[in-house]
């Protein structure tokens, strides 16, 4: 996601995404079943108490982060 400007940084340059060695389809897709994987893992595995904190955890924190990006990129 922020493969522009971990081009710009020398610390990141090389990172898989920043370089190109890694697509950015490949990575959201992996993310993507991530999630999904850990999603289930949690609704099968435990309870519904435990899987609604887990999505408004993530939810909450995906929020700052996207107002953070465009707040600090403008």
Known sequence: IDR????????????????GVVSTRVVLTYA???GLTGFL???FGTNFIT?????GIT???MNIWII????FHQ
């Open 4 to 19: 522009d400007i971990d081009q710009l940084m020398k610390r990141t340059k090389y990172r898989p995404t920043a370089s």
């Open 32 to 34: 993507f079943f991530l």
């Open 41 to 43: 893992i949690l609704y």
């Open 51 to 55: 899987l609604f904190v887990q999505y």
């Open 59 to 61: 939810t909450f924190s």
């Open 68 to 71: 953070g990006h465009w707040f």
